[in-house]
């Protein structure tokens, strides 16, 4: 049952992201763009990936380095979907848009959400931290970048981006630390328990 919702929800998701007319609509704007149709491309193939976790059998624990490896490639697929060069040249060239619709689902969604479960707790605060920072840098690029960074968006856009990439990573990183306060004891079995 949930297996078939999560299909429909990610193929929901796929459908909204880049079926026209609505693709448009979405790379109108340089914050929609970055900020509601990639991760919409994102979270449908983190659905799959989860899924496809979901079914394959593994130990708590086990996998951790292709869980590693899995959460590395998408988080670098997600970083060159973020360079304003790239983003610029999904809006003029319709290849390079649809490289980055698969790239997205298949290449950061998919890995992600099947690699997350194979992480042990302190790997997951380690690559959130970093996609924290990585926004927060971003978001300071996109806010005091003097020059028009994407020839297909207006310069106004820039600094509204900016904020709203330094407005995301103010949320994720209170929520990761929030999360680590509630999460704070220690697991019976984990392997950071120290043998109690």
């Known amino acids: 049952m949930m297996r078939r919702y999560g299909a429909a929800l990610a193929t929901v998701l796929l459908v909204i992201a880049v079926v026209p007319p609505l693709s448009a609509w979405w790379e109108a704007s340089l914050v929609r763009h970055l900020l509601l149709q990639v991760p ?10 989860s899924l496809l976790a979901r079914r394959s059998r593994f130990l708590p624990g086990s996998g951790q380095m292709e869980g590693v490896a899995a959460v590395l490639l998408a988080a670098f697929c997600l970083a060159f979907w973020m360079l304003p060069r790239w983003l610029d040249a999904a809006v003029a060239d319709p290849r390079v848009d649809a490289a980055k619709a698969g790239s997205l689902v298949l290449l950061a969604g998919l890995p992600l959400g099947w690699g997350w479960s194979r992480l042990r707790p302190v790997a997951r605060a380690f690559i959130w931290a970093n ?8 978001g300071v690029l996109y806010l005091t970048f003097p020059d028009r960074l994407c020839n297909n968006y207006l310069a106004s856009e820039q600094p509204e981006l ?4 330094l407005g995301l ?7 990761g630390a929030a999360r ?12 950071l328990a120290g043998g109690h």
């Open 180 to 191: 680590a306060m509630l999460d704070g004891r220690t697991r019976p079995g984990d392997p």
């Open 169 to 175: 990573a103010l949320v994720l990183g209170l929520a």
């Open 162 to 165: 900016g904020r709203a990439l």
């Open 40 to 49: 919409m491309l994102v979270l449908a193939g983190l659905i799959f990936g």
């Open 131 to 138: 996609a924290v920072s990585m926004l927060a840098a971003m």
